[in-house]
């Protein structure tokens, strides 16, 4: 019987599973060779760039953002999207400010800014999961409403006197090292071992690859995504307490802006908009590619207007890149 | 609860009639709370603050439907101000400076549509890069700056009167009934609805997709384009910022006028009252007197009812 | 390989006492059970057990009711008459979950599977994992085993390589896997095969006779006779929904099941009026897409009907979209009227007269909210646009050609997602008329319809032969084949493997040259059920 074609048991896939395969395969290894072929550029071009000092600046400035993706990133491996969070931040931010002027200290503070965004992430949860309205809408209406409630409450002023006990989350560092800084690795260690070693975890990329396997498969599927959403309420609540300790006050306008870039950081680091493929790594990824490339032009000189554009121009490269490793897979379609 | 949707039935429902309905309350609600409301000059003042918006949410919502979006319209509206107002200073004609201003609105559209169709990427994802691409570019290319002198007749655009009538709601209702007519009666706009429906179908049954989501997002740069030239000269200022988060408006009028976000459904008359009940909405709210803080709370509890709603009924008719 | 799965293979399992033996208890047993959608009925009445370590095949034609049926079993739909029993108690199941806590496992056709995950990782969603001591899922455990049930099932796969990286058999080897980290009792594989080759239809069959040896029940669905008759104890027919008959499967020749399934006898069906082909329309040389179709050589004559045969996954669907512009060939090249063309969109393939109908209907033939009209008229806008608006006329255009195909069941301007599947099928075909093309590529175009819908369609796919128009014919079903073409050519593994003429083709040969030695029949036709799902 003349079989010569047919497929050995053990697929062939595997027989060619070089480390650079392995490597391609991984979600954020577009955004990490883009990572580091900018890492090298900025260098080579400026003797600045290379030094403890301004990688740890780095990491500080885009604690907020990377946090912030961190959780992101769950909602958008379900298959969801959250474009709420600028606003969330800056509600958050009122709620945590005004505690802090009220009572000082760090912990109630910090609770009051978590507490907040629960509340506000477990609404969007409920709104897409109870009332099934797209995630995009749920969270487009949020965006609004909540920048309308942060009015309401401040009455449009800002919230300033932050005592600096509160603002240590911001302004404090431990062994030369800023806590910014040490938040983001710490949150992004948690958020990896939670991705890997919790049911949730787990059960975030089944139901964002194959909702219908999902609900074949018994998953709580509304729950998973409940949760998705009030994570990101947490994250931005602590969050919105670094903001706050970096600047020292809560503007009405605190975190405008700030939704797009977090999806960007997503995005650009590798996790699918669609669902079901991406990791932490990628976020974080995503969010240190964004600040590498703000510190990096900063850095080269280039004019301060000109980094908006730039900052464009390189998400639209990095995402292109991902056209690159389908080539390189040889993945069809 | 049955009895009400029995009603609705025999209504044959339609998400334009909802929307009459909520206008029409909206408008009572707001004669109620300031005299000057009904006022024709009022009425006639609102419309012209939603035309940049409008003109912008009627291309959105054929890329809505398709089941696209285009985060980039208000950086958008900004690069075209400043390409024509800096073209301008820079010593082209006027004229040749709004036509400049033009074709900077289109390419940045078409900019759009080759990563989107080309490299077959996320429009989201390619959008949400071009809205800071088009956004850096117009501050960089302004190097922060404003330019206001402007000829006199430039204001035409913006600010002339027609009577009682602002000048710019004629562009606008051309372009309604431009964009309407391609969507329900063109040969576009049946390919428009079919990709948004099933692409994959679309494209076995000879629809050319990509060509169409080229001129797509083509399109809606021109429609930026022309926004941005009554906003700049309705403002009488060119800059870089200008724009700057226009672009949830749009979305927000464009699915409150019952497009769905996931593509296949919606119309221009929906489109065109959504439009018009978030401009009544900010405008209705400021002469009440209630501070302009309220608006943005109203206005995102309004889109969220509003898709409830729809969700609702849409569910109710399968 | 060693010793040869079939029936003689449970003999000593039947001799053991754990199976088929009359006093057994079922492992799940429905009484009556009737499943109705909206108006249709799917199921009616009927009754069905599966033995402990017995190989039950369910057959029947497409929208038999098979697929429901198993469906009720699962817990998918809920019955609207009857009861499902499992051990003897009447149970009433709300989800696969349940279904599966009482150890009934279903391995769809679809497989629910999750592509981005790793085989390891697919056999443990929505299961209790092991977790390590302090307190991580211990993924280590999970990986052995995986390892140790794939073997068990005779398989080797790197289990932390991505699912959607492992070939279609491969694919239904960790779906088969998943299924019984559950301990199930029962199986139920909705036609397993159809994309499988001779030799991994044949590890299938090893596992499905190891399972039976442990006493585990298997429901199998299938339209290959000769596998059912090779691998089941006892075979129950449905038809039209309803119970026909169940016996033991040594009861039955294959002749007397088709009659059983068919219900009639199959010449009438079709219908095929000889013609004498004329030039050469369509010719295909060397044409290539790696892992797909290899040096594919085709000739098509006006007025000549080819029937290209080939077990799912032989490449055709694939060559077919190729001359249609969906995918782009490596090599090779495409001749229309003796003209080498290079056609990268379906607008192009219908410039140059060629026209796709797909198998899939629903995702690809359809835009199911659209209207029967303007799905009629889709394909033909550009040519029937003056100034690109869409003139009046349409509507006429469009009832001609549903009045052509007797397009039955709502008006032309309801949406098309409301008629029956046969009549959907004919708006499919509608739409391909209207477009006149002079080369029509049919991709199953019989799949999943009813009887009448089906010699309807014949009827027409003949009439449009004697028009002189140059036909492809891809068809899984020998019998449609066989009867409708001049001439046939087999796709074995992406190359062409036989071509026979008319008079020279029997089912044995073409079968040969489908699988590359295996041979059965499959009167029933290869298609997906689609019992009235909407």
New interface residues.
């Given amino acids: 019987?003349?079989?010569v074609?047919?497929?050995t048991?053990?697929?062939r896939?595997?027989a060619d599973?070089t480390s650079i395969r392995r490597f391609l395969?991984r979600p954020e290894a577009p955004a990490l060779a883009f990572l580091a072929a900018l890492l090298i550029v900025f260098s080579v071009s400026s003797d600045k760039f290379l030094n403890v000092s301004n990688l740890e600046s780095i990491l500080t400035s885009v604690s907020v953002l990377g946090i912030i993706a961190l959780a992101v990133n769950q909602v958008i491996l379900t298959g969801e999207?959250d474009i709420s969070t600028g606003s969330m931040l800056g509600l958050c931010a009122v709620g945590a400010g005004a505690v802090a002027t009220s009572f000082g200290g760090l912990a109630l503070p910090l609770l009051a800014g978590i507490a907040v965004g629960a509340l506000v992430g477990a609404i969007n949860g409920l709104?897409v999961t109870v009332?099934?309205?797209?995630s995009?809408?749920?969270t487009?209406?949020?965006?609004?409403?909540?920048?309308?409630?942060i009015?309401?409450v401040t009455?449009?002023s800002w919230i300033t006197g932050i005592p600096p006990e509160t603002r240590v989350l911001g302004t404090g560092s431990v062994l030369g090292i800023s806590f910014p800084m040490i938040i983001l690795l710490i949150l992004f260690l948690v958020m990896e071992?939670v991705s890997?070693?919790?049911?949730w975890g787990?059960?975030v990329?089944?139901v964002g690859?194959?909702r219908?396997?999902?609900r074949?498969?018994?998953?709580p599927i509304d729950r998973v995504r409940f949760l998705a959403f009030v994570l990101v309420g947490v994250f931005v609540g602590v969050a919105s307490v670094i903001y706050m300790g970096r600047a020292g006050s809560v503007q009405t306008n605190t975190g405008?802006?700030l939704e797009?870039q977090v999806?960007?950081a997503v995005?650009i680091g590798g996790t699918s908009?669609?669902g079901?493929?991406g990791s932490s790594l990628a976020a974080l990824t995503g969010a240190v590619l964004i600040g590498v490339i703000l510190n990096g032009l900063v850095l080269l000189g280039v004019?301060g207007?000109?980094?908006?554009?730039?900052?464009?121009?390189l998400?639209?490269l990095a995402?292109?890149t991902?056209?690159l490793r389908r080539r390189l897979l040889g993945d069809?379609a | 609860m049955s009895a009400a949707t029995a009603v609705f039935r025999r209504l044959k429902f339609s998400r334009e009639v909802v929307l009459l309905g909520v206008l029409i309350v909206l408008m009572i609600a707001m004669g109620l709370l300031s005299p000057l409301f009904f006022t024709v000059g009022n009425l006639l003042n609102t419309s012209r603050y939603f035309v940049e918006v409008g003109l912008m949410a009627l291309g959105m919502t054929l890329i809505i439907i398709t089941g696209g979006i285009d985060l980039s319209v208000g950086s958008n509206l900004g690069l075209v101000s400043v390409a024509i107002g800096f073209s301008f200073a820079g010593g082209l004609p006027l004229p040749l400076a709004i036509l400049f201003g033009l074709v900077v609105g289109v390419a940045a559209g078409f900019f759009n549509s080759v990563f989107i169709t080309f490299l077959d990427l996320h429009p989201l994802v390619v959008t949400l890069g071009t809205f800071a691409l088009f956004q850096g570019m117009a501050y960089g290319l302004s190097n922060a700056e404003a330019i206001s002198n402007f000829p006199e007749w430039f204001a035409y655009f913006g600010q002339a009167y027609v009577g009682p009538i602002p000048g710019q709601l004629f562009i606008f209702v051309v372009a309604v009934a431009v964009v309407w007519i391609i969507l329900s009666r063109t040969r576009f706009g049946r390919y428009v609805y079919a990709i948004g429906n099933n692409e994959e179908a679309a494209r076995f049954s000879g629809v050319p997709v990509r060509k169409v989501k080229i001129a797509l997002y083509s399109g809606i740069g021109l429609l930026v384009a022309i926004a941005s030239v009554i906003y700049t000269s309705r403002v009488s200022t060119a800059r870089g910022d200008t724009g700057l988060g226009l672009e949830l408006d749009v979305i927000s009028a464009v699915v409150l006028g019952g497009a769905s976000i996931y593509g296949g459904s919606g119309t221009i008359g929906g489109t065109v009252l959504g439009v018009i009940i978030i401009a009544t909405l900010r405008n209705g709210l400021l002469l009440a007197g209630v501070p302009s803080t309220w608006q943005l709370f109203v206005l995102g509890v309004l889109l969220l009812v509003a898709v409830f709603l729809n969700e609702f009924f849409r569910r109710r008719e399968e | 390989m060693g010793k040869e799965p079939g029936r003689g293979m449970e003999q000593p399992t039947n001799t053991s006492g754990t199976a088929a033996s009359t006093e057994a208890t079922p492992v799940f047993q429905l009484e009556g059970v009737t499943k109705r959608f909206g108006g249709v009925v799917a199921v009616r009445d009927v009754s069905f057990d599966l033995l402990p370590g017995e190989v039950h095949a369910l057959v029947g034609e497409n929208g038999a009711g098979k697929s429901t049926l198993m469906k009720v079993v699962d817990g998918l739909y809920a019955p609207d008459e009857g009861t499902v029993a499992v051990g003897g108690e009447v149970v009433e199941f709300s989800s696969p979950r349940d279904a599966e806590a009482a150890g009934i496992a279903m391995i769809p056709q679809e497989l629910d599977l999750f592509p981005e995950l790793s085989v390891a990782e697919n056999l443990f969603v929505g299961r209790k994992r092991p977790r390590t001591r302090w307190g991580g899922l211990d993924w280590d455990s999970m990986r052995a085993e995986a390892r140790e049930r794939l073997a068990a099932l005779g398989v080797e796969l790197n289990v932390t390589s991505a699912v959607k990286h492992l070939s279609t058999a491969n694919q239904q080897i960790v779906a088969i896997a998943r299924a019984l980290v559950g301990e199930a009792r029962a199986v139920l594989m909705d036609e397993p095969t159809s994309a499988l080759t001779d030799r991994e239809a044949r590890q299938l069959f090893r596992i499905i006779s190891d399972l039976t040896s442990h006493g585990v029940g298997v429901v199998y669905i299938s339209h290959r006779l000769e596998e059912i008759f090779q691998i089941s104890d006892r075979i129950t027919v449905l038809r039209d929904g309803r119970h026909i008959t169940t016996s033991p499967a040594s009861e039955l020749d294959a002749e007397e099941l088709v009659r059983l399934m068919v219900g009639r006898p199959l010449n009438e069906l079709f219908t095929r009026t000889t013609s004498t082909p004329g030039e050469v329309a369509l010719e295909v040389r060397g044409l290539t897409r790696a892992g797909e179709f290899n040096d594919v050589d085709l000739v098509v004559k006006r007025g000549e009907i080819v029937g290209l045969a080939g077990l799912v996954g032989a490449g055709r669907t694939e060559l077919a979209q190729s001359i249609f512009g969906i995918r782009r060939p490596e090599s090779g090249e495409v001749l229309v009227d003796g003209e080498a063309v290079k056609i990268r969109t379906p607008q192009a393939a219908m410039e140059r007269g060629i026209f796709y109908v797909p198998e899939e209907r629903r995702s690809q033939g359809l835009i199911l909210p659209f209207s029967i009209k303007n799905n009629i008229t889709l394909s033909i806008l550009d040519r029937i646009s003056r100034l690109g608006f869409v003139p009046h006329s349409e509507r006429q255009t469009a009832d001609k050609f549903a009045k052509e195909l007797s397009i039955r069941g709502a008006k032309i301007t309801d949406p098309v997602g409301r008629l029956s599947g046969g009549n959907q099928q004919k708006v499919v075909v509608a739409k391909s008329l209207a477009r006149e093309p002079s080369i029509l590529l049919l991709d199953e175009p019989t799949r999943g319809i009813d009887v009448g819908a089906k010699s309807e369609i014949y009827r027409l796919i003949d009439t449009l032969a004697k028009e002189g128009k140059a036909i492809l014919l891809i068809s899984s079903e020998l019998e449609e084949v066989l009867s409708m073409s001049d001439r046939i050519v087999v796709m074995r593994e992406g190359h062409v493997s036989g071509e026979f003429e008319r008079d020279g083709a029997t089912q044995e040969r073409v079968m040969t040259a489908a699988t590359g030695g295996r041979e059965w029949a499959a009167p029933g036709g290869n298609g997906r059920e689609e019992a009235g799902d909407e």
């Fill in positions: 019987m003349s079989e074609q047919a497929p048991p053990v697929e896939a595997d599973g395969i999207i709104l009332g099934r309205i797209p995009i809408i749920v487009l209406g949020m965006l609004y409403a909540l920048r309308g409630v009015l309401l009455g449009g071992l890997r070693h919790s049911t787990r059960n990329f089944a690859g194959n219908r396997a999902a074949f498969a018994g998953l405008t802006g797009l999806v960007a995005v908009i669609s079901g493929r004019p207007i000109w980094q908006q554009a730039v900052l464009g121009a998400i639209l995402v292109s991902d056209i069809k």
